[in-house]
């Protein structure tokens, strides 16, 4: 298989898995509204301290900024180690392997989108929580809504993972 056909490949995969990823915040925004709609949320009435809110603010920023950290950081050409670049001398022939250091780069763009993606949808379940607890319609779409543009900001890209191909290349002094 050749290098940019398995690169298509990776990147479809990780198209999809963050297409999962956003499909949840969708759900968790159906599981909330069914469970307005059926009267299961019963929003204790000036009950719950004002420090809650800001609580789950505080983790949703928290969250919002380790992902796009997270996301960069392991995308960052610059800190692909060096057991990435294949031996001096080595052919590769067939599917890309270890030994070609694209199957290490297909895995850390794949990672770094999981990782960042999964902090994103931790976002949107911080708005269900709060949903479910407080019974605030507002904060629960604001988050819902943050975690889905965090999302969205960093589906992944072909350029994305060109760039990183290119910068690798350039490192190998190809």
């Not at 499909?23 to 469970?35: K, Q, T, W």
């Not at 031996?87 to 392997?97: L, Q, R």
């Amino acid at each position: 298989m050749e290098e940019n056909e398995f690169l298509r490949q990776r990147l479809r995969l990780t198209q999809i898995l963050a297409g999962a990823f956003i499909i949840s915040v969708l759900v968790y925004l159906g599981v909330g509204r069914v469970m307005l709609k059926m009267g299961a949320i019963d929003p204790p009435a000036g009950k719950v301290a004002p420090w809650f809110r800001i609580a789950f603010a505080c983790l949703s920023l928290a969250g919002v900024i380790m992902s796009l950290v997270m996301r960069r950081f392991l995308l960052d050409p610059e800190r692909i180690p060096k057991k990435a670049d294949p031996p001096p001398g080595a052919t590769v022939s067939g599917p890309p392997g270890p030994e070609s250091g694209i199957s290490f780069l297909a895995q850390r763009f794949l990672v770094a989108h999981v990782v960042s993606l999964a902090l994103a949808e931790a976002v949107g379940i911080y708005g269900l929580v709060l949903l479910l607890v407080t019974g605030d319609l507002w904060g629960f779409y604001a988050l819902l809504g943050l975690a889905l543009l965090v999302m969205l900001a960093q589906f992944p890209r072909a350029e994305t993972l060109e760039n990183l191909y290119r910068a690798f290349q350039t490192r190998k002094g190809i």
